[in-house]
């Protein structure tokens, strides 16, 4: 079978947008192709300072990964960390990437940007070499499963794009190692093709500090949502549901009655922003709340999420490790 493969950077608390432009549709695949899904906690230190922080957020994805029905059983699963092998094809593979290529991706040329617009003169201050291999990394976790699709947000296309240009470049090179598959993105269509909002209109993101987190206690999940923007149009007034994040939210996790209907009541005037975030919540926690309890048992220290990481690490390395060495021999280093 055909191999899917995706990873989430232990960065925050994994959101609603992490579920919808990643999790739902990998967990959809799992029935027709060979799944491989993980933790990109080495990513995630480009920008995670902190120990604990790390350690818990790496934990907090698995945790919502299986809770959210991921099967350890039928799904290799692991930390990327505990993968050596990805890190050896990392560096082979920045021998044969250009430089250019790395200048023109999208994540650097906006923290470079970011450095313009607040007037700061050296466009690179800020910017570690992690943030600047990225894509690279990137592309060795895919190619190095050989994987087939890339089950991910809109938001990652240049990177699903870049790996298959390295591999070209290594092709190229030094023979067609990676040439029987060249992977290929897979996106959101209809409601979810744009990427989730978050609270503040902009794309949810850990990094603007604007998200839903899935397993947010529910008190908190209610607040969060209540504080979405929305403009000040009163209740008697008919309202643009396009324009509301809300709505784009609303659209992702309510029935497409449910969906139907709001928008004819919103366009219609009469209901409040605020009738349609209680509707919202009441959706997406009628959802989560009975997933609640796995998801606390499962992220506490000493569950049996460790053995199920471990056992998938073992997996993930009998994979990584063939391909690997056909690297290996390719570039004239000898096998180990
Ligand atoms: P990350 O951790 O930023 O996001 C994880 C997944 O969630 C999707 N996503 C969204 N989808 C819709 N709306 C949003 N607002 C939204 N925010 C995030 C992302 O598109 C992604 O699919 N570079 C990756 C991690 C990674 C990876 C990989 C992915 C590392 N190696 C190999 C696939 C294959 C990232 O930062 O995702």
New binding site residues.
Partial sequence: PKVS?????P?GEPHL??Y???IRPSLELTSTYESIYFI?DY?ALTSIRDRRELASYTRSVAATWITLGLDPARTVFYRQSDVPEIFELSWVLSCVTGKGLMNRAHAYKAARDRNAESGVADLDAGINMGLFNYPIL?AV??LIMNTDV?P?????SQ?VEYAADIAGSFNHLFGDVFSLRIPEGIYPAGSSAR??P?TDGR???KSYKNTIPLFAPEKQLRKLIRGIVSDSTPVEQPKDPDASAAFALFENFATPEAVKDMRARLEQGGTGWGELKNALFETVNAWLSPLREQYEALVAPGSELDAILDAGAEQARDRARPVLQGVRRAVGISPL
Avoid at 5 to 9: P, Q, R, S
Avoid at 152 to 156: F, K, R
């Fill in positions: 493969l995706t990873g989430i950077k960065t947008g992490n919808i432009g990643a990109a990513h990137m976790d895919i890339v991910v947000g809109q938001d990652q990177h990427t989730l978050g794309k949810m993101s």
